[in-house]
Every structure is written in C-alpha cells, then in structure tokens.
C-alpha cells in the first residue's frame, strides 16, 4: 500500500495512492481551501473565495500541464471542524494543496497535518507571527499583526500620542498587536495607561469603551479581527468617543474596506496602518478593485488579497516545478518568490517562509462619495517583526 498516511489526533489512515488510475488523476491539481463561509468570520471567507475564482477565472485552469481544481469548504470558524476537513481533503480528495484559514486557532489545528502529509498550507488570512514557524509547510501571503501593529505604533509616537490605551481581541492576534504596539510605542517615548482584552466572540465593546475612556488617553489603539469594525465603530459612535479627545488608530481591521462605508463619516480622519487599501493607487490595483466590484458587485478588502495572491503562489510554484506536485518542492519553489500584488510589491521570505511587504500608512477620507483609506505614507518591503526581533 503505497500513498500517504495521516496519523494525527484521533485519526490514523492510510490510503492507497490509485496510482493505477494512471495519467488521468495525476493531471488535476486539487486545491482544498478551508474557509470560514458561515458565523461571524463570514465576510473573511466571501472576501477570500472570491478573490480565489476571480485569480482563476483570470489566468484560467491550466497550469504546467495540469488541471487545476478548486475544493472550497466551510469550516463554520471551528477548529474541530478545520482539522477534519483538512484530513478528508488530504486523505480523501488527494489535494495537492491546502489553503485558507480564516483565524489563527484554525491555521494552528492544521499545522501538525501539513507537516505530516508533507502538503504546503498557504495560509491566506491568520496573522499572528508564530504560525509560519508551526509547519515548514506553512507559507504565509497574508500578513502579520507585528507588520501592522510596529507601523502604527511608530506613526502614533512620532505624531503626537503620548499617553495611549490598547483594546484588542483577546486570542492570539490580539496579543502580537499588544506586545508590538506597547514596545515601539514605548521606544518611541509613549506610555501605556491601560491594556484591555474584549472576547472574540460576540463582543460588546461598551464596558471597554467606558473603561477607555475613563482613563484618559489621547489616543485609543485598536485591534479586533476583519469583521467587527462595524460594530465597534457603532458602540464607539453610541459612546459618544468620537466627540472626545481620544484620537482613534489602529492596524488594518478597523477601517476594513469591507465595512468602511457603513461606518458613517465619523471615521474620517482615522489612521491606520495596513497591507492594502481599496484605493492603492496603481493600475494593477484599479485593474483588480475594477474586475472584483464587477463579478460580486462590492469592493475588494485587505484580506482578499490572500486569496488572490495566494492562488498566484500556487500557480507559480507549479510553474516553477514545471507541474511537479511533490510538496517540499514546491514549497521550496514559494520560497523568494516575488512579485507585484494588488497592495504592491510581495515576496516571500526564503528564511521564514512569512510574507514580506510595504505597510503603508492610511487616513480615512471622502472620495466621490464614499469613505477611503488613503495611503501617505509606505514603509517598504517589511519583514514580519515577530521573526527579526529574535534575530
Ligand atoms: C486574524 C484573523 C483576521 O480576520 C484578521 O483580520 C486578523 C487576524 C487571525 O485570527 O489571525
């Protein structure tokens, strides 16, 4: 019995490799690409699947001879429920690659599966920084919450912010966002006067507002994953902190393109730093928001973007293995790979396997009508802060 065997948590199977089923089977690349298509994260998943069958419909299904397949499936946000697909995805449907992973609890289930199948992750959305270093199969196009927490930490102490508070999520992420937002906000001559951590699920922001706000910063640094800045925004309107002193920054998430517009024109003037905005002005970018608005009739996030250049890394890894799919090499073909994204210049790092890239700096504008996180200022080709701290 040839084939690969999965002997991970509850489960252990060994499969046969149908490798008498000849030429047929081998020439379908599958993809199985975990998303959270259902509860709170589901906006993350639309975003992400999209951006995916946008790439595809785009550069069509035939890479280096072989026939890509998509595999979408739900994970619902569940741990659980992403380890079991994973397995069925790689025992039963034989996917070349996985990809996906919505939060960072569901990329840290899959990370001993991948490294056991010996299957590359392309982990399109988790961000906390020590994810790539779970699995050498792990390659990572998103970002991650050290890239985004330094650059607005740095921007907030150089311009003005000397007393601040941190609300975050309290998972993973959350914690990256504190601990690299506090220590550059400190080097950079600021103080903290409080650290709050709001729940994942189901936040109600409110009594952290009145904590926030009882404290008196100038500025309110926040972190709450892809999905929730509506709300946030409505409890933070609701408190009237919009009219106060406090000056509201934070990383990507909470001036997300995807609920920018609902937010009301009390967000303008908010500053951010993130991996991409809506209104990145290149030709790629017009290209990309022009053809996204066009097939699913509303605008492209920073996280779809992991699915969109995602499935670049994929095509251009078989590309490079000229069709091979054996999973150390291509992982080893993702590696350095560079090359002009929607958001700018990417690359993947050779050491870490992390994504490298600009940040850039955004403030919340009206443009024709409707809100914008314009970029002013980049910091260039970024490596993940969470891996060079160490070096
Ligand atoms: C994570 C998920 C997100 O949707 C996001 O915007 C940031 C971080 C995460 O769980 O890693």
Do not use: C
Request: hydrophobic share 40%.
């Amino acid at each position: 019995m040839l084939g690969r065997k999965i002997n991970t948590g509850l489960v252990a199977v060994a499969v046969a490799s149908f490798s008498a089923f000849g030429a047929f089977a081998e020439d379908t690349v599958k993809v199985g690409l975990i998303m959270t298509m259902t509860g709170q994260q589901q906006r993350v998943g639309v975003q992400v699947v999209n951006a995916a069958r946008l790439y595809i419909k785009q550069h069509g299904t035939t890479v280096a001879g072989k026939k890509i397949e998509l595999i979408v499936r739900d994970d619902a946000g569940v741990p659980d429920n992403t380890k079991r697909i994973a397995q069925e995805l790689i025992v039963n449907d034989k996917v070349v690659f996985l990809a996906g992973m919505g939060l960072t609890p569901l990329a840290m289930a899959v990370a001993p599966l991948v490294t056991e199948a010996k299957i590359p992750l392309v982990n399109m959305v988790a961000a906390t920084s020590v994810i790539t270093e779970r699995s050498p199969y792990i390659v990572r196009v998103s970002f991650t919450l050290p890239q985004h927490s330094v650059a607005i930490a740095e921007w907030a102490a150089k311009n003005g912010s000397k007393r601040a508070v941190t609300l975050v999520s309290d998972y993973a992420p959350g914690v990256d966002a504190e601990t690299f937002f506090k220590s550059r906000f400190k080097e950079g001559g600021g103080e903290i006067v409080d650290s709050l951590k709001v729940p994942l699920a189901n936040p109600d922001f409110a009594p952290y507002l009145q904590r926030a706000k009882d404290a008196a910063p100038d500025t309110l640094f926040v972190f709450i994953p892809a999905g929730k800045a509506g709300t946030f925004a409505k409890q933070f309107i609701e408190r009237g902190l919009d009219k106060s002193a406090i000056k509201l920054i934070g990383v990507a998430d909470l001036t997300d393109d995807d609920d920018l517009n609902g937010m009301g024109d009390s967000m303008i003037g908010t500053v951010t730093s993130g991996n991409y905005s809506a209104s990145h002005p290149s030709a790629l970018n017009k290209a990309y928001v022009e053809a996204f608005k066009k097939e699913y009739g509303h605008r492209p996030n920073f996280i779809s973007l992991g699915g969109y250049d995602g499935m670049h890394l994929i095509y251009e890894a078989l590309k490079k293995t000229k069709g091979s799919t054996d999973g150390a090499t291509l992982v080893n073909a993702m590696k350095g790979m560079a090359w002009e994204s929607p958001r700018g210049p990417i690359s993947i790092d050779p050491e870490t396997r992390d994504v490298v890239q600009n940040i850039y700096i955004r403030r919340v504008e009206k443009v024709n009508g409707e809100l914008y996180n314009t970029e002013f200022m980049t910091i260039e080709a970024m490596k993940d802060p969470g891996k060079t701290a160490k070096k």
